[in-house]
């Protein structure tokens, strides 16, 4: 049981690239969620998918693309990185309704150059 | 739109004293949970404590205990006898149910907690 999987750990990004975060759970979670964390901002939400196929914008949603093509896994992207986007970023999942525990990946530290 | 605020952005304290931090939060909603996570250097977010709106009885987790005042929308958190590795960066998070029936969580902006030797 690894609980929620983030790849990669580290990226470094030119400004224009692309490239997709890939976050899993093996906890059958329905619920699961994108944060990006920055200096004195705290966690802010970037999308959440609530079941397989769906998917909702949180808080800071532009310049990001998500999927949720299964139940383990949530996939974000960003199609043209921009260095506003340098951050770490944090899946997590619940079951929500049966639990009030949010568990977290272990981050993607993400700089773009 | 709920919000949360933490308005310390750096604590001290000795170690084996005690420290409170401070939450506070904005929301119309009578049925809610909050939630205080610990962050240490390692960047995991570890859950320390949960409490849930309509119970009136403070939660506690062994060193770790709230101050839930639901009128005045506080919910701060003590850590009696602190210890080196309370030293983390603290977060304070509100949890709200959605229309698609899942929860969203608004997170504080954080504390750093650093312990003295």
């Known amino acids: 049981n690894a609980g929620v999987t983030q790849t990669p750990k580290f990226q470094v990004l030119k400004t224009g690239q692309s490239m997709t975060l890939q976050c899993a759970q093996d906890?059958?979670?329905?619920?699961m969620y994108w944060y990006r964390q920055d200096p004195g901002m705290g966690l802010r939400l970037i999308y959440y998918?609530?079941?397989?196929?769906?998917?909702d914008k949180g808080e800071v949603p532009n310049g990001y693309n998500v999927s949720r093509l299964n139940k383990r896994e949530f996939s974000l992207r960003l199609e043209s990185a921009a260095p506003s986007q340098t951050s770490v970023y944090f899946c997590?999942?619940?079951?929500?309704?049966?639990?009030?525990?949010?568990?977290f990946g272990p981050g993607t530290r993400l700089t773009v150059l | 739109a709920q919000t949360v605020t933490q308005s310390q952005p750096e604590m001290s304290v000795q170690e084996a004293e005690t420290v409170t931090l401070s939450c506070t939060y904005d929301?119309?909603?009578?049925?809610?949970?909050l939630f205080w996570y610990k962050q240490p250097p390692s960047r995991q977010m570890i859950l320390v404590i949960r409490q849930e709106a309509y119970k009136q009885q403070n939660a506690t987790e062994n060193r770790f205990s709230v101050n839930f005042q639901k009128a005045a929308k506080s919910f701060s958190l003590k850590i009696s006898d602190s210890q080196l590795g309370d030293a983390a960066m603290y977060f304070c998070a509100y949890r709200s149910t959605t229309t698609s029936g899942t929860y969203k969580y608004i997170f504080g902006t954080g504390t750093r907690l650093k312990v003295l030797a």
């Open positions: 929301t119309s909603e009578s049925d809610y949970y």
């Open positions: 906890m059958n979670h329905n619920s």
């Open positions: 998918s609530a079941s397989e196929g769906t998917t």
């Open positions: 997590a999942s619940i079951v929500a309704g049966l639990s009030d525990e949010q568990f």
